[in-house]
């Protein structure tokens, strides 16, 4: 196959009764882009569907077998019989070599709007880039605060968005849209606003600015602060390592830098702390039962000796390693399973729906989940993203061995150690200041405020010491103000890790925008890095924003950055303006 090709399971399933649904993808057969509004139906049936923006489509058949006909203005019709055993991408002839691109952009756009029209909740279907697969988004959209004045989403401390990023960059490869989540690219860095006072866990702070890229707009930018746990109060660690062995982990940048990955966390254990090994192939297998944490060479010596070859049995190895992580269950401990993959499971449950049932039943256990994602060309960040997030836990890309010192050596407590979950941002805002605002990222967390999924309050987890940021750009209304009028309230609704009680922090912001310049270094970074998302999803809302205007911000926000985080960020905004000449 093509690389740059769309790849999408064709499957029948049986879960409602005897419906059975066909999926694909369609592209044009010379320049191999998605097609968007390509006619799906059945040949003898009134059933028929659109293709989307991405040139997906779902449709139901009466049976495994059935005869598709596909149909679009300037393309050849294109009639095959599908089976519900195969893997499917269709590819249409234009009936002239040239397309008229301006109506194809037209149709496309048209497309788009009417496929989602909410455009604040993930899409259908699995883009694919290579044999990657990423879930599909849509940028959130301006709301109007006369007609929905509060804003609700969820808080996490997943921040595998940047690192795989960073690794298209380096490679001089382009990245995929759907790879960029602003929020996980935001929150990637470290911010310096103060820790919550004595006895508290969270901290809450805005700042309110005007707009670089969108000068008549405003930005309110949201920092949570959790507490910081000190090292000798840490609760002992219940873990499961469950590692992926399969014949596609066996290359450089999959298990052996996961084997030198784990080194790094093995060795920041202690004595209370222990450790499970379950390996999984074709089958899964116990590599090294419970063992203590200062038995080192021990957990070494396991990690070291694994191999890969074989199947992916991820149904299986997931039940076995929570089995062992229960058996060995720590009251007012933290016990957690960390998966290790690259998502590429085919054994067993394969799909996302099935695969995040598994885990949503697991989690009430009490055990945590931590997602790795390691590797390239076949790498499924659309399943680790959605395991992590129905397990109650957190998501890392690891590229390279420093991002693996960083996730278990500098930031060991906020990627292992939970101090809140169920974690929700409530904004609400006065339809008196705020003509209308858009939620910059965020797109799979937020929550529709018509239904009881906020009442529910399934949120995120965030970590000891983690600052999670969240930023709006806000259409003012164009009437005088006081001083002290307020723009909006904020609310932050958590439980702490082992108990149910609901707890909440609130705060009000004041509608007095100051100069963006004269912002904290920390306030304009994070602005400057979600520019740059906005730049990478070819964004209809980053206004005059560019990668000089993104180098400028960051350049002068760069504050002390001890660990040369933010001088990176500048050589990947550099990267990007070389590959968008």
């Known amino acids: 196959m093509r690389k740059f090709l769309l790849l999408?399971?064709?499957?029948?399933?049986?879960?409602?009764?005897?419906?059975?649904?066909?999926?694909?993808?369609v592209e044009d057969s010379i320049t191999h882009r998605p097609v968007a509004g390509v006619t799906v139906s059945i040949v003898d049936d009134t059933t028929r569907v659109l293709t989307n923006a991405f040139g997906l489509f779902r449709?139901?058949?009466?049976?495994?077998?059935?005869?598709?006909?596909?149909?679009?203005?300037?393309?050849?019709?294109?009639?095959?019989?599908?089976?519900?055993?195969?893997?499917?991408?269709?590819?249409?002839?234009?009936?002239?070599?040239?397309?008229?691109?301006?109506?194809?952009?037209?149709?496309?756009?048209?497309?788009?709007?009417?496929?989602?029209?909410?455009?604040?909740?993930?899409?259908?279907?699995?883009?694919?880039?290579?044999?990657?697969?990423?879930?599909?988004?849509?940028?959130?959209?301006?709301?109007?605060?006369?007609t929905q004045?509060?804003?609700?989403?969820?808080?996490?401390?997943?921040?595998?968005?940047?690192?795989?990023?960073?690794?298209?960059?380096?490679?001089?490869?382009?990245?995929?849209v759907d790879a960029v989540r602003i929020e996980e690219m935001v929150n990637y860095f470290h911010y310096n606003y103060p820790l919550p006072p004595e006895g508290k866990t969270m901290a809450v702070y805005s700042h309110y600015t005007t707009c670089p890229w969108e000068p008549g707009h405003r930005l309110l930018q949201i920092a949570l602060r959790a507490k910081a746990l000190q090292t000798d109060s840490l609760p002992p660690s219940n873990l499961v390592f469950l590692i992926d062995v399969s014949g596609s982990m066996g290359v450089p940048n999959k298990l052996p830098l996961l084997q030198a990955a784990f080194r790094i966390l093995v060795n920041n254990l202690r004595p209370v702390d222990k450790v499970a090994i379950v390996?999984?192939?074709?089958?899964?297998?116990?590599?090294?039962?419970?063992?203590?944490?200062?038995?080192?060479?021990?957990?070494?010596?396991?990690?070291?000796n694994l191999s890969a070859g074989g199947a992916t049995a991820g149904e299986a190895a997931i039940k076995m390693a929570y089995q062992i992580a229960v058996e060995q269950f720590i009251p007012d401990g933290n016990n957690r399973v960390i998966l290790a993959t690259d998502g590429d499971f085919n054994v067993g449950l394969t799909s996302d729906a099935e695969m995040e049932e598994l885990i949503m039943e697991k989690?009430?256990?009490?055990?945590?989940?931590?997602?790795?994602?390691?590797?390239?060309?076949?790498?499924?960040?659309?399943?680790?993203?959605s395991l992590s997030s129905k397990g109650n836990?957190?998501?890392?890309?690891?590229?390279?061995?420093?991002?693996?010192?960083?996730?278990?050596?500098?930031?060991?407590?906020?990627?292992?150690?939970?101090?809140?979950?169920?974690?929700?941002?409530?904004?609400?805002?006065?339809?008196?200041?705020?003509?209308?605002?858009?939620?910059?990222?965020?797109?799979?967390?937020?929550?529709?405020?018509?239904?009881d999924a906020s009442s529910k309050h399934n949120g995120g987890i965030v970590g000891s010491g983690h600052c999670a940021v969240a930023m709006y750009e806000i259409v003012p209304r164009d009437s005088m103000m006081a001083a002290d009028s307020l723009?909006?309230?904020?609310?932050?609704?958590?439980?702490?890790?082992?108990?149910?009680?609901?707890?909440?922090?609130?705060?009000?912001?004041?509608?007095?925008?100051?100069?963006?310049?004269?912002?904290?270094d920390d306030c304009r970074f994070a602005a400057a890095v979600a520019l740059l998302g906005m730049i990478l999803?070819?964004?209809?809302?980053?206004?005059?924003?560019?990668?000089?205007?993104?180098?400028?911000?960051?350049?002068?926000?760069?504050?002390?950055?001890?660990?040369?985080?933010?001088?990176?960020?500048?050589?990947?905004?550099?990267q990007v303006r070389k590959m968008k000449r």
């Open 363 to 385: 989690k009430e256990s009490g055990v945590l989940l931590t997602c790795l994602g390691f590797g390239m060309k076949n790498y499924k960040d659309s399943k680790l993203q």
């Open 8 to 25: 999408l399971l064709l499957w029948a399933g049986s879960v409602h009764a005897q419906t059975i649904w066909v999926s694909g993808a």
């Open 279 to 304: 390996a999984y192939a074709g089958t899964p297998g116990i590599k090294l039962p419970a063992t203590a944490g200062d038995q080192k060479e021990k957990i070494l010596n396991a990690i070291d």
């Open 537 to 574: 999803r070819n964004s209809a809302y980053r206004g005059c924003g560019d990668t000089e205007m993104v180098s400028e911000i960051a350049r002068r926000a760069l504050g002390k950055d001890k660990e040369g985080y933010r001088q990176e960020f500048l050589k990947m905004v550099k």
């Open 149 to 176: 004045p509060v804003s609700v989403f969820a808080v996490d401390v997943d921040r595998a968005a940047y690192s795989n990023i960073r690794r298209f960059l380096r490679l001089k490869e382009p990245v995929p």
């Open 393 to 451: 836990g957190n998501f890392a890309y690891i590229d390279d061995l420093e991002e693996a010192s960083k996730v278990f050596a500098r930031e060991f407590g906020s990627t292992l150690f939970t101090v809140a979950r169920d974690v929700q941002t409530e904004v609400t805002f006065n339809p008196a200041m705020v003509k209308s605002y858009r939620l910059i990222g965020y797109e799979n967390k937020v929550y529709e405020t018509n239904t």
């Open 59 to 146: 449709i139901t058949i009466p049976s495994t077998v059935a005869q598709l006909l596909f149909t679009r203005e300037g393309y050849r019709p294109l009639q095959m019989k599908v089976n519900a055993t195969d893997r499917l991408l269709i590819t249409l002839a234009p009936i002239r070599k040239a397309l008229d691109a301006i109506a194809l952009a037209k149709a496309s756009a048209r497309t788009r709007q009417n496929s989602n029209p909410n455009y604040g909740n993930v899409g259908m279907g699995i883009h694919a880039f290579y044999n990657e697969t990423y879930g599909t988004t849509y940028e959130n959209k301006f709301t109007r605060a006369q």
């Open 487 to 520: 723009l909006a309230n904020i609310s932050i609704s958590y439980r702490h890790p082992l108990d149910t009680v609901l707890c909440t922090l609130e705060t009000g912001v004041k509608a007095n925008a100051t100069a963006f310049d004269a912002a904290p």
